[in-house]
Each structure stands twice: as structure tokens, then as C-alpha cells.
């Protein structure tokens, strides 16, 4: 079944999943605050039937379904509930909102009650697999709602996903999100630790790292970030401004409710320093090149 859908984010990951979305026929509208990104980078979206809109309420008033794909919790809450043109103002009852940020639980339950109250539906649909996964249509995502919502959620994002998993009720998909974000970042560190050792000790890291990675320390983040670190590649695969930002809120949670994250409070550290130094965009292999500044 094909659905009139409302596309809000058109970055990097927003991109691809719209494009999926077309080819598999369904009709969309894509917001953008500034013209300029109909004429540049979703060009081809455009081109291929999307509708473009700098309007949220036209959004609101053309779908029956609505993705938003922004960064923080602060753009999902301005882009659904902040002001008199946010989408929950102007959205039809039945609309399911479907959100592939990655943000605060809390908020998210928060803001799935508000819209209940409108009968709007939110399923929160955070994603992982990075753009490689994004153009190829393999995300992996973690959802939560109420099940009709997220039945209807997962028919959609098939177009774009090879897994898709219903945790729970709302604000339970970003619980798991922020679970795989922790063990994530953590892992980069353990790699960039890792090889920084067999280097400091003589050995050359990229053999150590080709000995290893089939072992029980391997890992696909291993595999995916020991050849750029050994190469000193620090291209932004998975840019480190994300995984910081994920990684402050997961340690914020963490200790909002009292719970000790040692590992995820030392990693999160390691990346306010990139981001300290304008190091954001670079790739988070550059962890392995911040240890450095921290002999013993």
C-alpha cells in the first residue's frame, strides 16, 4: 500500500531514505527551511515527483504519514509541537508522526502524550547503519508506540530497512537506540586503545589488527574503524559531532537516574575534546589519534 507521506530532514541519511521512498511509489512532501535545497541537494527528489515545501503546515495538511530525520530533541519538539505552525497544530487525527532522530527518551514519551491528545500518533524510529546503510536501503531501526502505529511505521520503513524491531511503548526505541549508541562508542575507543597500544609496544598495528579482528575482539565497528585509524583516515564515515551528541545524552540519562557509566563517562569526555578543537566533522576514528595527549 502506498501512502501520502511528509518528509522532514533532508541530510545526509534524509536523502537516501526519501529516494527509497519515491521508488517504492509513495507520494511525498519535503520540507526544507531554505528553496535553495530543492535546487541543489534534493534536486532529484524534486525531479522524480516530490512535492517542495518550506511550510510545515503544508506538511501537515498534504500527509498521512510524517518522518522527520533532524538532530536534536529541541528540532523534533520546534518541528511538531514548538509553534503555531508545527505540525501537530495543523495534522489531521489519525496522522502517524514517525521519528528517526536520535534524542532524549523522556521528551520523546513527553511529546508522544501531547500528540495523543490531538490524536496524532509518534513512534519514535531512531536508525543505525550509517549512510552507507541509508543508500542501500539495509537501516536497522528500533521502535517504539503503540503497536497499530508501529505496524503502519515498519510497512513504511521497509523501503529503507532490513531490520526493524518494536521495543515497546513510546521512548522505548531510543532507549535501545541510546543502548547501541553506548556500546558503539565505547567500542571505537576500545579499537583506538587497542591498536595505539601494539603500536607504542613496536608491533605494527595493521597486522595486529589483521591477526585480531577475526577473534573473539573483533567486531564489525573494528573492522570498520581499525583501517582508517592505522591509515590515519579521518574522513567522516560516521561523523564525531553524532556519536557526541549521542553520547552526552545517553550520559545525561545515565545519570539522571543515578546509574554509573564509567566507560561511556571517559569516551564521552574523549569527544567534547574533538569537538573542543573543531574536530566534529571529522570520523570518530579520530579517537584513536586523541590518545596521544593522554600518556600516562
Known amino acids: 500500500m502506498t501512502h501520502r507521506i511528509g518528509f522532514i530532514g533532508l541530510g545526509t541519511m534524509g536523502l537516501p531514505m526519501a529516494r527509497h521512498l519515491i521508488q517504492q511509489g509513495h507520494t511525498l512532501t519535503i520540507f526544507a527551511r531554505r528553496p535553495s535545497v530543492f535546487e541543489e541537494q534534493a534536486r532529484d527528489l524534486v525531479i522524480d515527483g516530490a512535492t517542495p515545501t518550506t511550510s510545515l503546515k503544508t506538511v501537515a495538511e498534504q500527509s498521512e504519514i510524517i518522518i522527520t530525520n533532524v538532530l536534536s530533541t529541541d528540532d523534533v519538539h520546534e518541528v511538531l509541537l514548538g509553534h503555531e505552525q508545527a505540525i501537530a497544530h495543523h495534522a489531521a487525527p489519525g496522522t502517524v508522526v514517525i521519528d528517526h532522530s536520535t534524542i532524549d527518551p523522556t521528551a520523546t514519551e513527553t511529546m508522544a502524550e501531547q500528540l495523543h491528545r490531538l490524536e496524532i500518533s509518534l513512534v519514535d524510529a531512531p536508525v543505525s547503519g550509517g549512510v552507507w546503510a541509508a543508500e542501500s536501503g539495509t537501516l536497522v531501526s528500533m521502535i517504539g508506540g503503540s503497536k497499530a502505529a508501529c505496524d503502519l511505521a515498519q510497512d513504511v520503513m521497509a523501503a529503507y530497512t532490513k531490520q526493524i524491531t518494536r521495543v515497546g511503548e513510546s521512548g522505548h526505541g531510543q532507549i535501545a537506540k541510546l543502548c547501541n549508541q553506548i556500546a558503539q562508542v565505547i567500542t571505537i575507543q576500545g579499537v583506538a586503545e587497542s591498536l595505539a597500544f601494539a603500536k607504542e609496544l613496536g608491533a605494527d598495528p595493521a597486522r595486529v589488527l589483521a591477526a585480531i579482528e577475526g577473534g573473539m575482539g573483533g567486531s564489525p565497528m573494528m573492522s570498520l574503524m581499525g583501517p582508517k585509524m592505522v591509515k590515519s583516515d579521518y574522513q567522516a564515515g560516521i561523523a564525531a559531532r553524532l556519536h557526541a ?51 600516562l
Do not use: F, N, W
Open 245 to 295: 551528541k549521542d553520547a552526552t545524552i545517553a550520559l545525561t540519562a545515565a545519570k539522571k537516574h543515578q546509574l554509573p557509566t564509567p566507560c561511556l563517562a571517559v569516551v564521552e569526555a574523549q569527544y567534547q575534546k574533538l569537538m573542543a578543537q573543531g574536530l566534529g566533522e571529522s570520523d570518530s576514528s579520530r579517537l584513536y589519534e586523541m590518545l596521544d595527549g593522554l600518556r
